[in-house]
């Protein structure tokens, strides 16, 4: 049980263009999930939180206008990067719960902007 | 002053040995407690959870909380060279709400 998906697992994309990425809750109904960054040899670094049928709430210097988060459904949230640039190619990674404070992690999306 | 810290290694063990992992958080008010084991290039997945002082036993793993000094840590016994990897502890923190706080994480090798 627990189990988090996210697709694509990998992404190139042009610099200037927005790229989605799709995180779902396969076994449970996910009340609240989680973005996270990670860039190589570095921990995770929260970029928002969001809850079913409500706003994101954005860690301090995330921009919500460039990082575009939408949680429609308790199965499906996604982050969606808009006018990428090279800076923001890393790992994103999604996360989880029913409720509970155990957060279960997605696979992760490997994003490379040229 | 980090909220969690963890020594970021690497700990060198030898196949079979103990593993032991350590944690200490700022935050006297925590309650909650994880370990997360992430491989290279991948995303991390949950070991074990731990909320009361004590032990806590999962196959070769024991997660160990001692609240009164602020630490937790997650042994491994029998290690294997499967087990290298970085593993991170997190904590969730009433100032916090309900989002994790990692550390940065302890990279074990484990050496066949």
């Known amino acids: 049980g627990a189990v988090v998906s996210q697709h694509p697992s990998w992404v190139i994309c042009k610099s200037g263009t927005s790229v989605k990425i799709e995180c779902r809750s396969l076994d449970f109904q996910a009340t609240t999930m989680f973005w996270y960054r990670q860039f190589p040899k570095q921990s995770l670094m929260l970029m928002a939180t969001?809850?079913?049928?409500?706003?994101?709430?954005?860690e301090q210097g995330v921009e919500k206008d460039k990082f575009l988060i939408n949680h429609a459904s308790l199965t499906l949230s996604t982050l969606t990067v808009t006018s990428a640039h090279p800076e923001d190619s890393s790992f994103y990674i999604c996360?989880?719960?029913?409720?509970?404070?155990?957060?279960?992690f997605g696979p992760g999306t490997r994003l490379l902007v040229l | 002053q980090k909220e969690v810290e963890q020594n970021s290694g690497p700990l060198s063990v030898p196949e079979g040995a103990i593993a032991s992992l350590n944690c200490t958080y700022s935050?006297?008010?925590?309650?909650?407690f994880f370990w997360y084991r992430q491989y290279s290039g991948k995303s991390p997945e949950l070991i074990m959870s731990i909320y009361s002082n004590g032990d806590k036993e999962d196959g070769r793993f024991t997660a160990q909380l001692n609240k009164a000094s602020q630490y937790v840590s997650l042994l491994i016994r029998d290690s294997q060279p499967s087990d290298s990897a970085t593993y991170l502890c997190a904590v969730i923190t009433p100032d916090y709400g309900n989002k994790l706080v990692f550390g940065a994480g302890t990279i074990l090798r484990v050496k066949s």
């Open positions: 969001s809850n079913e049928g409500s706003k994101a709430t954005y």
């Open positions: 935050d006297r008010g925590s309650q909650s």
């Open positions: 996360s989880a719960t029913d409720g509970e404070e155990t957060q279960y």
